[in-house]
């Protein structure tokens, strides 16, 4: 298949959860939020040079190209390994980045103020993951045994969520009368063994017992 087929192809994809386009890279801490989603999710792709209509604009200077090396590597903690691949189609030059899923996550991406923030992929937007993410991939890393404490503040917690499906973080606190960061703690351990899902509704993450 040759370059324009190929391109062609990526792009009648439209924007979806492994696939954004980038018009232009004009600031890399905002290409690191992009970056940063697809990493912590399934992966994906960045066509950079591409308008959000489809059309190809193509990339205008070296200082585009240099700004999607900093996104990767100066304004994601821990860097993340990126693929970039240029293609010329109709006289324009683009370049494909594609990022994997990584094995380190969090990957966080840099603000212009300092501030580290994770990011995944939902659909075609990049999402603040919340304080249970952070959590859920925490644990992923640590030693699972075969069994899962589960004391007053757990039985707490469930009695809580029992009670109405579908709850944001804040309303679980408000209702359970448990420490902020003890609700944050036990819900990614409770996503971990599978007895918590989570869900994006309204703009919010939502929690409820699996059945």
């Known amino acids: ?5 190929y391109i062609q192809e990526l792009i ?3 924007e979806h959860s492994q696939q954004d386009f980038k018009y232009k890279v004009m600031d890399a801490h905002k290409l690191a939020k992009s970056v940063s989603a697809f990493a912590n999710t399934d992966g ?3 066509l950079i040079g591409v308008r959000d209509d489809g059309h190809i604009s193509g990339v205008r200077s070296e200082e585009e190209i240099y700004m999607m090396h900093a996104a990767a590597f100066e304004f994601c903690k ?3 390994s990126i693929k970039f691949d240029t293609y010329h189609v109709e006289g324009k030059t683009l370049v494909v980045a594609t990022i994997p899923p990584s ?3 969090p990957i966080f991406a840099i603000d212009e103020e300092g501030r580290r923030r994770a990011y995944i992929r939902i659909a075609d937007e990049n999402i603040v993951a919340s304080p249970v993410h952070l959590v859920v991939w925490r644990e992923q890393f640590s030693p699972q ?4 404490a ?3 503040n757990e039985k707490q917690l469930m009695e809580t969520m ?3 499906p579908m709850q944001t973080l804040n309303q679980i606190v408000r209702r359970s009368h448990l420490a902020r960061h003890k609700v944050i703690t036990l819900l990614g351990r409770f996503i971990r063994y599978n007895l918590v899902a989570w869900h994006f509704t309204d703009r919010q993450f939502k929690f409820t017992l699996n059945e």
């Not at 045994?145 to 899962?148: E, F, R």
């Open 162 to 164: 029992a009670k109405q």
């Open 145 to 148: 045994g075969s069994l899962m």
């Open 78 to 80: 821990p860097a993340v």
């Open 103 to 105: 094995e380190k996550r």
């Open 12 to 14: 009648s994809q439209g």
């Open 1 to 5: 298949m040759n370059e324009k087929r």
């Open 150 to 152: 589960f004391n007053e």
């Open 44 to 46: 994906g792709r960045l």
